[in-house]
């Protein structure tokens, strides 16, 4: 963290302040799946915030994002006076200006642990609430959806695609990378460890799920004679999911769908899902195929699809209905997967997406969370181990963190089950207070706070089995 003089563009965004009060900066990186509670906590400790997002197909978008914000976000905050953070950061008029980048968890991980410079908004460039350029910055402290050590298999290394895939070499925007092209992998060579941080602990507990498009969904509904949300088995949709693509996964719908037509079942499969580097991604591999843990499963492909740093796939006919294909494609942000749901049903084709559970589905979303062996996708279901799809999201302190206190008074700030519960709404499907970070067994205070939180926990291992901690 930086400490300065009130800067001007800050001084704007807000108004006038006192004489004697001083600007903070501090860089975080990592989970785009936490930054809902990361805002609150903001909001909490604010007594204004000024929001500016990375403007789409700038330098401070990398290229790599389909919608402004997806990976860069400045939150300007005049400290409240009553601020947890506490001194000096609460002093009359003071700023902290908070820059997130949210690549994805590996971002949280790497970068932390090597004061690794990445790209961060420059605010300099903030025009409007939307900025056009970047500063590579070293992160203070990172955000990751599973522990950091999880990061250390290839499989889970964000793709080298800088500036976009088209400009790896021999590669370029005359001469483009033909699709299946494999691209070599950020941090390669790198690995981490609980020494690798000035500290690393539990933020939160996370659920993860299972969304199906709406042509999928009536399928479902119709092989399982029902009207309601319908069940699918983790098994059945591992059979499916695993990436062997040398020797093809089952091509079909069948593990699914067994009771309908081969019509119906030879549908082409489409899985929508996340880049390596993703959290989303890593948790998904961990519980349905055990990997990288397991001898018998292997890592997905790294391949460039359509010449773009967002989306990786097996070819280009994504989200179409060629019977008996079988497509699965990768992106850098949840909005893009549920984009590859919706795309599906424009063409009456079936597909299933990965996501963190923080969102309403159902309706007019376009996509539906389905029940997983017979369990509601949420937290109320998860934080007693009725659902499975459950992750604790971990925080990292960079050792070469100008202001360590600050980061270590900003995670105690999200991570308490008051700044979760203030969260509301659908955001709470998706995230729990950790059983680490509630109150004693049994859980004792504010009966509001403690519905959030979690009675179950990996221990700090994503190949250990869910268990109950806590009364």
Not at 57 to 62: D, E, K, P, T
Not at 105 to 132: D, E, M, Q, R
Not at 195 to 213: E, H, P
Not at 399 to 423: C, M, R, S
Request: glycine letters at 8%; a negative charge.
């Amino acid at each position: 963290m930086k400490f300065h003089h009130l800067a001007v563009a800050a001084a704007a965004a807000i108004g006038a302040t006192s004489s004697f009060a001083t600007s903070y900066d501090f860089h975080l990186s990592g989970s785009s799946a936490l930054q809902k509670v990361i805002a609150q906590s903001i909001t909490n400790n604010c007594s204004s915030v000024v929001t500016s997002k990375g403007k789409n197909g700038s330098a401070a978008a990398g290229n790599d994002d389909n919608a402004d914000g997806q990976s860069q976000t400045l939150y300007v905050c005049s400290v409240s006076p009553t601020a947890s953070w506490g001194a000096p950061y609460t002093g009359a008029g003071n700023v902290v200006n908070i820059y997130m980048n949210t690549q994805g968890s590996a971002y949280g991980v790497f970068p932390v642990a090597n004061g690794t410079p990445i790209k961060f908004i420059n605010a300099a460039t903030c025009a409007a609430n939307l900025c056009t350029g970047v500063s590579l910055v070293a992160p203070d402290a990172g955000v990751s959806d599973v522990e950091p050590a999880l990061f250390n298999d290839i499989a889970n290394h964000p793709v080298d695609t800088t500036g976009g895939a088209s400009q790896v070499p021999p590669f370029s925007a005359a001469n483009p990378a033909p699709v299946g092209t494999a691209f070599p992998s950020l941090f390669a060579g790198q690995t981490v460890s609980s020494s690798s941080f000035a500290s690393s602990s539990i933020a939160a507990t996370q659920t993860f799920g299972l969304a199906v498009n709406d042509t999928l969904l009536a399928a479902l509904q119709a092989d399982q004679g029902a009207t309601g949300v319908p069940t699918v088995s983790s098994s059945a949709f591992a059979t499916i999911y695993a990436p062997n693509y040398s020797t093809g996964s089952i091509g079909n719908w069948l593990p699914l769908l067994p009771n309908s037509s081969a019509a119906v079942q030879n549908h082409q499969v489409n899985i929508c899902t996340r880049l390596p580097g993703s959290g989303t991604r890593a948790s998904a591999q961990a519980f349905f195929l055990q990997a990288p843990f397991s001898s018998y499963t292997q890592s997905f492909a790294t391949a460039a699809n359509d010449n773009t740093g967002d989306q990786n796939s097996l070819s280009d006919s994504i989200s179409q209905n060629n019977p008996g294909t079988y497509e699965i494609s990768e992106y850098d942000n949840s909005a893009a997967v549920i984009g590859c749901m919706t795309a599906s049903t424009a063409n009456s084709a079936y597909a299933i997406g990965l996501l963190s559970t923080d969102r309403a589905s159902g309706g007019t979303t376009g996509y539906t969370f389905v029940n997983l062996d017979g369990s509601v996708p949420n937290a109320s279901a998860a934080r007693f181990g009725k659902y499975q799809w459950v992750y604790e999201a971990y925080y990292q302190v960079s050792k070469t963190a100008a202001d360590a206190p600050f980061a270590n008074a900003f995670v105690a700030a999200f991570k308490t089950p008051a700044n979760i519960l203030a969260l509301g709404g659908a955001s709470l499907n998706g995230v729990m207070a950790a059983a680490a970070n509630c109150p004693v067994v049994p859980y004792s205070g504010n009966a509001a706070e403690a519905a959030v939180c979690s009675h179950v926990s990996r221990s700090g291992n994503s190949r250990s089995a869910l268990v109950y901690v806590k009364k």
